[in-house]
């Protein structure tokens, strides 16, 4: 199984306040990806990253922010909690610049919004 | 822009019999690649099976096929003697290959449930 942790695993917190999940992995992966799954609407790409420091929107990208600072770390931001923000959020790894490498994916985090 | 569609939200299947699901796609990019993974209850994302735009043959894995038709835009999941542990959600997923962009872009999902 591909190194990926997601932290923390569950999370509620009240609308307007902020929030970071983290994904850390240990494949040296170049391309990492944080991806939201709502019922009926599949998985939803937020934003990804092909680099330290690069990074690009996705998606659904309004009212989330990214920063990956290392390769083994990508941090997604809630910057003001809202209701909508409720899902299953998925960190994925992938060494992509190949056309089949596929996305491994972290476990995920549960985060409730209140 | 890259566009993947599954118009079934949940199918039922007899155990030991074999299944179909469907996956269609819209893309305009000649080098793509398409990815089929299984959700299964316990909600651990696991890849099953890929298929290249330039390939000539349809992919296998195992109990797994890919009903590849390239002028139809389908790449649709066989799955073969279904069992019991094949009840999950089952996604379909593309990349472009010339984009430059590396994203992985996801269908809605269809659910598998299994009878016994």
């Known amino acids: 199984d591909a190194g990926i942790t997601q932290s923390p695993r569950h999370k509620v917190t009240e609308t307007g306040t902020p929030v970071t999940l983290r994904c850390h992995q240990t494949?040296?992966?170049?391309?990492m990806y944080w991806y939201r799954q709502d019922p009926g609407h599949g998985l939803r790409l937020i934003h990804y990253?092909?680099?330290?420091?690069?990074?690009d929107k996705g998606e659904v990208s309004d009212g989330y922010s990214v920063s990956r600072s290392k390769t083994e770390d990508f941090l997604l931001t809630l910057e003001s909690a809202t209701s909508s923000q409720t899902s299953v959020y998925f960190c994925?790894?992938?060494?992509?610049?190949?056309?089949?490498?596929?996305?491994?994916f972290g476990n995920g985090t549960r985060l409730t919004v209140t | 822009a890259q566009k993947i569609t599954q118009t079934q939200p949940g199918m039922f299947v007899q155990e030991k019999e074999a299944v179909t699901l469907d996956c269609t796609y819209d893309?305009?990019?000649?080098?793509?690649?398409l990815f089929w993974y299984k959700q299964p209850s316990s909600g651990e994302m696991i890849f099953l099976i890929y298929?290249?735009?330039?390939?000539?043959q349809n992919a296998t894995e195992g109990r797994y096929s890919l009903n590849f038709q390239k002028a139809r835009k389908s790449a649709n999941l066989v799955i073969s003697a279904s069992q019991l542990g094949d009840s999950a959600m089952y996604f379909c997923?593309?990349?472009?290959?010339?984009?430059?962009?590396?994203?992985?872009?996801f269908g809605t999902g269809t659910r598998l449930k299994v009878l016994a």
């Open positions: 494949e040296n992966h170049r391309y």
């Open positions: 990253s092909y680099g330290v420091k690069d990074t």
């Open positions: 997923a593309m990349r472009e290959g010339n984009s430059g962009t590396y994203k992985y872009i």
């Open positions: 893309t305009s990019d000649p080098s793509y690649g």
């Open positions: 298929q290249g735009s330039y390939d000539q």
């Open positions: 994925a790894i992938s060494e992509a610049w190949t056309l089949n490498s596929p996305l491994h």
